[in-house]
C-alpha cells in the first residue's frame, strides 16, 4: 500500500491477526509522513509490516490478496479522508494465476529479493512491462478510448494517444490538473484530436483513477485497471501493478461512471 491512513482498515487487520490470521503489509518508505501510524500500530497488534524497498523510486501499488483465492487490485489507497471525493477503481481477481503471481512478488518484496514478477492471465506491472503493454492496448484500439489519469508526462503514452486520434480513434481524457500542471500535455494532446475533460480542485471532486478503456461495445473490447500513471517513473521506476480485462460488467461500469466524469467536467478548448 503507498498510503495507509484509515483506522477502521488497521483495525480490521489487527482484528484478523488477533484470530490467527498472518497478516503481513508492505508500506511505502517515502510516505512515513502518512504511513507512521499505521506502521506503529501494525507492530503493535502481531502484524508483521515493513517499509517497501529501495529498488523502487515508490512503492505505489494498492492491493490485498486474501487467502491465496482473491486479491484486490486498486487504484485507491486505503486513506478514508479520499474515499467520498476521489474518483478510483477497485477489481477483485480470483484467477488462481493471477494471485499466484502476486502472492510471489509480494513474498520476494518483502523479503527484499529480487523477482521477476509473473503475468498470470491479464496482469500488468511497474517496472517490468507496464509501458508496454498500456501502450499496445492503446495502439490496438479501432474505434475509441476512455482514459482516465490523474497524472500526464509520459511521451510515449501521450504520442500514441495523438497517433490513436489521427488514425480515426475517438480518444477521451477525463484528467486531473492541479495548478496548471498538466496544460502543455494537454494543449499537445487536445491539437492531436484527443478530446479532454478535466477537475482542478485538490478539496473537490479528483480524479485519482488510472484507466484505458479500449474499444467499449465491440467484441474485442478490453479495460486496463491499475494503480499507474501516465508517467515515466510510474511506469519504469515504481512498484506498480495492474491488469487488463475483457470482464463485460466491469467495463459497462467504467462506461457509465465515465460518460458522467466527462460531461460534468471541464471540457479543455
Request: charged fraction near 25%; proline fraction near 1%.
Amino acid at each position: 500500500m503507498y498510503e495507509f491512513s484509515d483506522i477502521t482498515a488497521e483495525h480490521d487487520l489487527g482484528a484478523a491477526a488477533k484470530r490467527g490470521v498472518q497478516v503481513r503489509v508492505i508500506l511505502d518508505r517515502k510516505e512515513k509522513r502518512v504511513n507512521s501510524a499505521a506502521y506503529s500500530y501494525f507492530r503493535s497488534h502481531d502484524i508483521k509490516v515493513t517499509w517497501s524497498s529501495p529498488d523502487y523510486t515508490y512503492t505505489h501499488q494498492k492491493t490485498v490478496t486474501a487467502d491465496g483465492s482473491a486479491a484486490i487490485i486498486m487504484s485507491a489507497n486505503l486513506t478514508n479522508k479520499y474515499y467520498a471525493t476521489s474518483r478510483d477503481f477497485l477489481v477483485t481477481d480470483t484467477s488462481q494465476s493471477d494471485v499466484a503471481a502476486i502472492t510471489a512478488v509480494f513474498d520476494a518484496d518483502f523479503a527484499r529479493h529480487s523477482v521477476q514478477p509473473g503475468h498470470g492471465s491479464d496482469l500488468v506491472w511497474s517496472p517490468t512491462d507496464s509501458q508496454d503493454q498500456l501502450i499496445g492496448l492503446i495502439n490496438g484500439a479501432r474505434k475509441s478510448l476512455r482514459i482516465y489519469s490523474e497524472e500526464m508526462g509520459d511521451a510515449t503514452v501521450e504520442k500514441a494517444l495523438i497517433a490513436a486520434a489521427k488514425r480515426g480513434v475517438d480518444v477521451q481524457v477525463c484528467g486531473e490538473n492541479e495548478d496548471g500542471e498538466y496544460d502543455d500535455d494537454f494543449s499537445d494532446l487536445h491539437r492531436g484530436g484527443v478530446r479532454i475533460s478535466y477537475y482542478s480542485s485538490s478539496e473537490g471532486f479528483y480524479i485519482h483513477g488510472k484507466v484505458i478503456e479500449a474499444d467499449y461495445g465491440t467484441s474485442h473490447a478490453r479495460v486496463f485497471i491499475g494503480s499507474e500513471n501516465f508517467s515515466n517513473t510510474s511506469l519504469n521506476q515504481n512498484r506498480e501493478l495492474g491488469l487488463i480485462t475483457s470482464n463485460h460488467a466491469v467495463m459497462s461500469a467504467i462506461a457509465s461512471t465515465f460518460a458522467a466524469d466527462f460531461r460534468n467536467g471541464k471540457l479543455w478548448s
